[in-house]
Each structure stands twice: as structure tokens, then as C-alpha cells.
């Protein structure tokens, strides 16, 4: 099984709304994407100055299920928005069970 995290800093400007929009766009991607296994979002609630504001995780089978996932233009329409407004992600991909 293949991992894929991503955490976001969300811009000030309509953080909360944006957070939502996100949310959503993200987690309807599992209905549009065969190759998505399992995702969930969360919304941090710590706040701490060392925490983003959002979390990504989300399975595969394969590595090649996630490269078909990274080019999946429903992805990359969400992508697009993350873009627009968050200010920085980070990303960790490893293989679970080998």
C-alpha cells in the first residue's frame, strides 16, 4: 500500500471558507478517481504557530496508482485551487507492509 500525506498553510484572507472549499473539493475526489483507495482531510484545530491548517492523507495499491492520481484532471482542478490559496504544502509519500 502506498501513503500519500500532504499538509497546507492556508492564506489569512477567507481562511475558514477556503479551509471548507478545500475540504470538500478534496473528498470528492474519492468518487471521481478509481485509483484514490482511501482519502481523509482534516482541519486542524491546534493553532499553534508550528501546525499548518490542513492534512491530506490518502492510499493507493500501487506507486503507479498514485502517479495516474497526480495526473488525473480531476486532481489537477482541485490542485489548482489549493494553489490559489494556501501559501505553502508539504508532502510525504512511503510504502506501507514491505
Known sequence: MIVHIVIFKFNDE???ENLLVVKEALEALVEKIPELK???V???F???QRAFDMSLYSTFTTKEDLKAYAVHPAHLEV????KSVTSESKVV???VGT
Open 79 to 82: 490542485v489548482k485551487l489549493i
Open 42 to 44: 482534516g482541519i486542524d
Open 38 to 40: 482511501c482519502l481523509e
Open 14 to 16: 477567507k481562511k475558514d
Open 93 to 95: 509519500d512511503y510504502e
Open 46 to 48: 491546534n493553532q499553534s
